[in-house]
């Protein structure tokens, strides 16, 4: 029990035909809720933060200490993932900080771009004993942007995959960040393609609102890890929106109680919906 290397854990659940979920963190709350959901399936997790999400908690080191304690505290197997990291700077704190795998997002540039600071950030990882993943394709976010006009190219998997030396590839077939405006479609043909391609673990970001039939068929096709924020987060909102009917505000302790609940729930859901079939 403790933590791994994720590349090890997706090996493991690629071998087992399973993908496992990647949660975003955001404060004590909802790290305890991921751990215990993790406890009670039984199942390894991902523990995982952008910048955006760890700062307000004091940065990547203290993100990293409550990530610690409640993995011993529960006995689970997890990995502590940087998300979306946009600099070589913050990989390398997330390394000196005890994150055991991280992931810088240059997918937005050109492919040569992508490739060279992808392949920076991975020396710097494997030098640190991390697994690293990076992004070829561009997922984009729920804000009404075109996910069909940055689908991964399969004719440049293998190139990216030799210069980069990545543990981890996440792919764009169609998900996109946060709400989905219209229906859902993966490009599964797409996928398989990449599958064959190589035998690293693919990931899969944007795995909120995606259907669960077509998230199963990915996970048959080499999708290992399914990143999930805004369905866990909604849970949370929700959990808020019930205790402003009842509780007072004035004791913390009592009043998020049912948004704890809510989204250990959830995201115990979830890591069911990955693992059984």
């Not at 505290?73 to 913050?90: F, P, R, V, W």
């Not at 944007?206 to 996970?219: E, F, K, N, V, Y």
Request: a negative charge; proline letters at 4%.
């Amino acid at each position: 029990m403790g933590l791994h290397r994720m590349d090890t854990l997706l090996k493991e659940a690629k071998r087992n035909h399973i993908a496992l979920g990647a949660f975003e963190c955001w404060d004590s709350i909802n790290i305890q809720g991921i751990a215990k959901a993790a406890a009670n399936c039984k199942t390894p997790v991902i523990f995982q933060a952008t910048p955006v999400e760890y700062e307000p908690m004091g940065g990547a080191a203290a993100l990293s200490h409550m990530v610690r304690f409640y993995v011993d505290k529960y006995g689970i197997d997890a990995a502590l993932h940087l998300d979306h990291g946009s600099t070589l700077e913050q990989v390398e704190d997330c390394v000196r900080s005890g994150f055991t795998s991280v992931m810088l997002d240059t997918s937005a540039l050109c492919f040569e771009e992508n490739s060279r600071l992808s392949a920076a950030a991975a020396k710097i990882a494997h030098d640190g004993d991390l697994s690293f993943e990076a992004e070829l394709g561009h997922v984009t976010g729920g804000d009404g942007g075109d996910a069909e006009s940055a689908l991964t190219v399969p004719e440049e998997v293998v190139e990216f995959v030799r210069i980069t030396n990545v543990d981890c590839l996440a792919v764009s077939i169609g998900t996109i960040h946060g709400d989905y405006r219209g229906e859902p479609k993966l490009h599964l043909d797409l996928l398989e393609k990449i599958s064959g391609m190589v035998d690293i673990p693919l990931v899969l970001h944007g795995g909120s609102g995606t259907p669960i039939d077509q998230l199963h068929a990915a996970i048959k096709l080499g999708i290992a890890k399914i990143n999930i924020c805004t369905d866990i987060h909604k849970a949370f909102l929700a959990g808020i929106e019930e205790a402003r009917q009842t509780l007072t505000p004035s004791v913390p302790g009592n009043f998020y109680r049912p948004a704890a609940a809510k989204m250990t729930a959830k995201t115990e859901e979830i890591i069911k919906l990955f693992s059984l079939f």
